[in-house]
C-alpha cells in the first residue's frame, strides 16, 4: 500500500474513532444527567423518540454496560492504531510520544468537550442518540446481559443485606426543587409557602399543637345563640 494513503486512511481511522469515544462519552453524562421525572414528561409530551429514551434510562444499567463496553473497544482500537501507525511511520523510538499525543487528544475531543456538553444538552442529546443506543445493545447483547445479571446480583445484595433503598426523590431535593423553581419564577411564593407548611404538618406531632385546658374557651351545649356570640 502507498506510504501516503496508509497515513490517510490510519488519520481517518483514528479520528472516526475519536468521534466515537465522544459519542459514548456523551451518552453516558446526557443519560445520567437526566432525571426519570424529565424522561416521564417527555414521554407525556409526545416527543420523538421519548418512550426509548425512558426505558434506556429506566434501566440505567444496561446503558453504563453498554457504552462502558463501546468505550474500551475504542480505546483499545485506537492505542493498537495509533502504536501501529507511530511504528510505521517514525519508528519504534516515537511510540512513547505518540502515545502522549493520543491521550491528550482522547482528554479533550473525547472526554473533556463531549460530556460538557451532554451535561448542558442532556435532554436533547438523549432523543438523537437513543436509536444508535438501542442498536448498539443490541449487539452487545450477551456481554452486556452478563453486566447486568452482576449488576442486579448487586442491587439484590445493598436492597436485602444492607437494606438500602434509594427513593427516586427525596423529600430534600423536592424542597430543593421548591426552592429554585421559586427563585426561577416558575412557582409563586405562596404556593411554595403552602407547599412547605405540608411537610412541616407531616412532621408535627399531638404535643406541639396541643394546649392546656386552662386556655381552652368552650360554650355549654345549652347556650343559645345569643349567648354564644
Not at 416527543?47 to 474500551?72: E, F, M, P, Q, W
Not at 480505546?75 to 511510540?95: D, K, N, Q, R, Y
Not at 512513547?96 to 473525547?110: E, K
Not at 442529546?125 to 445479571?149: G, H, M, N, S
Amino acid at each position: 500500500m502507498n506510504k501516503t494513503l496508509y497515513i490517510l486512511l490510519s488519520l481517518a481511522a483514528e479520528i472516526a474513532l475519536l468521534f466515537c469515544g465522544a459519542f459514548f462519552a456523551s451518552s453516558e453524562t446526557a443519560f445520567t444527567s437526566l432525571s426519570r421525572i424529565t424522561a416521564r414528561q417527555m414521554v407525556k409530551d409526545g416527543l420523538h423518540n421519548a418512550k426509548k429514551v425512558y426505558n434506556l434510562r429506566h434501566h440505567l444499567d444496561s446503558l453504563i454496560s453498554t457504552v462502558l463496553i463501546g468505550t474500551n473497544l475504542v480505546t483499545t482500537l485506537l492505542s493498537s492504531m495509533t502504536t501501529a501507525f507511530v511504528i510505521e511511520v517514525f519508528g519504534p523510538a516515537a511510540v512513547s510520544c505518540g502515545t502522549a499525543v493520543i491521550s491528550v487528544l482522547v482528554i479533550i475531543f473525547s472526554e473533556i468537550i463531549p460530556k460538557t456538553l451532554a451535561a448542558v444538552k442532556a435532554p436533547r442529546l438523549t432523543l438523537r442518540v437513543a436509536p444508535a443506543i438501542v442498536v448498539i445493545q443490541k449487539i452487545f447483547f450477551p456481554i452486556v446481559w452478563l453486566f447486568d445479571r452482576f449488576s442486579q446480583f448487586l442491587d439484590f445484595f445493598d436492597r436485602v443485606v444492607v437494606k438500602k433503598k434509594n427513593p427516586v426523590v427525596t423529600e430534600e431535593e423536592f424542597k430543593t426543587l421548591l426552592a429554585v423553581g421559586k427563585s426561577e419564577g416558575t412557582i409563586e411564593a405562596d404556593e411554595k409557602e403552602m407547599l412547605d407548611r405540608i411537610f412541616e404538618f407531616s412532621d408535627l406531632q399531638a404535643k406541639d399543637i396541643m394546649r392546656h385546658r386552662s386556655l381552652v374557651k368552650y360554650v355549654d351545649i345549652s347556650n343559645t345563640e345569643s349567648e354564644v356570640v
